[in-house]
Antibody, heavy 119, light 108 residues
């Protein structure tokens, strides 16, 4: 079983950056392909990016290119998502998600991290 | 980018009824990469179906997925009280994942 535990809620001012962590247990990060999804209040799910095992690279949704960076610390099995130049529209719950065998669908999700952007 | 459209936006049904949810893609999607999720308020999404028709671990057999190409369907054969939620389809193609806008299944 994979468990994903995310960092706590954040409040940021417009223009700032936020870095959300996702700690993996049960497996090592190198065995997984981690993705990040966000959900604005009352809205749908939006994929931000993640690890593509076919290319061995992190891929980002075009919307976030240049503003998001996803990294991994394999020594602590922790994945990170950093979003910069925050604006009010970035207020959302941010989730990490991954799969073991359900290729194309993520069967393990973190609990979510609420990021609020407000002046 | 492939755009997913879900219909209806809201489905009002009673427990015990059959629910049929549609997901249509703007271009052909590989069936291997079409998934369905259920989400309840305040919770993370839960994977129901992957590969268009394979049930994820622990998902009851009243949930089934079908379809290919641009048209996919999630069917809940007999709604249980815990099935009232929002359902999203998701696809992967050309190094991009996209979600549909969701269908809310609520109690009639």
């Amino acid at each position: 079983q994979v468990q994903l535990v995310q960092s706590g809620a954040e409040v940021k001012k417009p223009g700032a950056s936020v870095k959300v962590s996702c700690k993996v247990s049960g497996y090592t990060l190198t065995e997984l392909s981690m993705h990040w999804v966000r959900q604005a209040p009352g809205k749908g799910l939006e994929w931000m990016g993640g690890f593509d095992p076919e290319d061995g690279e992190t891929i980002y949704a075009q919307k976030f290119q240049g503003r998001v960076t996803m990294t991994e610390d394999t020594s602590t099995d922790t994945a990170y998502m950093e979003l910069s130049s925050l604006r009010s529209e970035d207020t959302a719950v941010y989730y990490c998600a991954t799969d073991l065998t359900t290729v194309g669908g993520w069967d393990y999700w973190g609990q979510g991290t609420l990021v609020t952007v407000s002046s | 980018e492939i755009v997913l459209t879900q219909s209806p936006g809201t489905l009002s049904l009673s427990p015990g009824e059959r629910a049929t949810l549609s997901c249509r893609a703007s271009q052909s999607v590989s069936s291997s990469y079409l998934a369905w999720y259920q989400q309840k308020p305040g919770q993370a999404p839960r994977l129901l179906i992957y590969g268009a028709s394979s049930r994820a671990t622990g998902i009851p057999d009243r949930f089934s997925g079908s379809g290919s190409g641009t048209d996919f369907t999630l069917t809940i054969s007999r709604l249980e009280p815990e099935d009232f939620a929002v359902y999203y389809c998701q696809q992967y193609g050309s190094s991009t994942f996209t979600f549909g806008p969701g269908t809310k299944v609520d109690i009639k």
